[in-house]
């Protein structure tokens, strides 16, 4: 009997309507390839929930999701509508933090990979970038600063403002997260770096400790820490020495975006935040490019959609398992950009026609049904 998959797509604001159209047709292309039974449900959520229904994660939203095997997200947040709620209502916190903690989605990966049609939009010079750019950021995703209590704004009697926030984390956060990197990295290149503060953080002491003990159940995986300020220079000085970086939230948020620059734009880097170790059973996650809403660019048709059909591909594998159906959707982006075909975010120079956001994604739907 075939399974019937759930995926709840809830595209969000600015450019995530546009660019979730493109990943649900990709979807049904593979669908279609495969004779799979998708049942791609949509739902408003961020500002679009706010306008809907009120809120930025409605109730029925939530429920759509427990009753889903996974979330194709798409991105939240319009700046210039911030002042018009109290912060916690904002849709980065009421929607996408709530639905981190609610399924308890501890582990973000963030596969970095430049293509070599797109060595041209890497900011690195040549040299820099000889070994090739194939990094695996594991990012901890429910601890630490964002996370951690107490955060609060005080008024001191003198009239200034005190705003604390608490980076937080235990042995056991800590602990599941190093297991992730190095399950990754066995599938990988057999290499982790942990960053972290430990010259200065007593949380980065912990995180060192700990992330030193679990190496020692992965004897075939090497082990090196890194200062994160470290981190960040050798991302730019040599992105080919590194294979997995275990990180944690906040620094693991700017380590990517970060990263991200070398695969040429943040319209080319998904995401996958899971509840549950990587290995060979699947789990429920969230899955969401990393680029934001970028809302000075909705509605005009030239976003980029390949970090959220490359999500799209991150959904396939992790929760559903369909390793064969990802790599198809994997080889037919692999082609699109062999041939040619660049969006303008990531266009060469001497390209005078870059292809839209609808283009790119029919180039990829018609890729995998060829």
Request: hydrophobic fraction near 45%; include cysteine; aromatic fraction near 6%.
């Amino acid at each position: 009997m075939s399974t019937t998959f759930r995926i709840a797509a809830l595209a969000g604001d600015g450019i995530g309507p546009e660019v979730m159209k493109e990943a649900i047709a990709v979807l049904r292309a593979v669908e279609k390839k495969f004779s799979l039974s998708l049942q791609i449900t949509e739902a408003p959520v961020g500002w679009a929930g706010i306008d809907a229904y009120g809120t930025a994660l409605s109730d029925n939203v939530l429920q759509l999701c427990k009753d889903s095997h996974a979330i194709l997200f798409g991105s939240v947040g319009l700046p210039d509508r911030d002042n018009t709620v109290p912060k916690d209502q904002r849709p980065e916190r009421a929607a996408l933090l709530r639905l981190r903690k609610e399924f308890s989605l501890y582990a973000n990966l963030r596969p970095v990979r430049l293509y070599p049609e797109l060595v041209h939009a890497c900011p690195l010079r040549t040299e820099r970038i000889s070994k090739g750019v194939d990094v695996l950021v594991v990012r901890e995703l429910t601890g630490g600063l964002y996370f951690g209590q107490p955060k609060v704004t005080t008024e001191l009697p003198d009239g200034q403002k005190k705003a604390v926030d608490s980076m937080v984390y235990t042995t056991h956060e800590v602990e599941r997260i190093a297991h992730v990197a190095f399950r990754a990295a066995r599938l990988r290149r057999k290499l982790v770096t942990s960053t972290d503060k430990a010259n200065v953080l007593e949380s980065g002491i912990l995180w060192r400790d700990v992330v030193t003990e679990v190496a020692k159940q992965y004897p075939d995986v090497t082990l090196e820490h890194m200062l994160a300020d470290n981190a960040a220079m050798q991302l730019i000085l040599n992105p080919g020495r590194f294979d997995v970086l275990l990180c944690e939230n906040t620094f693991g948020d700017m380590l990517s975006d970060e990263a991200a620059a070398l695969a040429g734009s943040l319209g080319m880097l998904p995401s996958a935040s899971l509840g549950a170790a990587t290995g060979a059973e699947t789990t429920f996650g969230l899955y969401e490019p990393a680029g934001g809403s970028a809302p000075d660019i909705a509605g005009k048709g030239i976003a980029n959609p390949l970090a959220q059909i490359l999500s799209a591909t991150l959904l396939l594998r992790y929760s559903l398992g369909l390793d064969r159906e990802a790599a198809a959707v994997e080889a037919a982006i692999a082609k699109v950009i062999a041939s040619g075909k660049q969006t303008r975010d990531v266009c060469a120079p001497e390209n005078k026609s870059p292809v839209g956001t609808r283009e790119m994604g029919q180039a990829i739907c018609d890729a995998i049904l060829a």
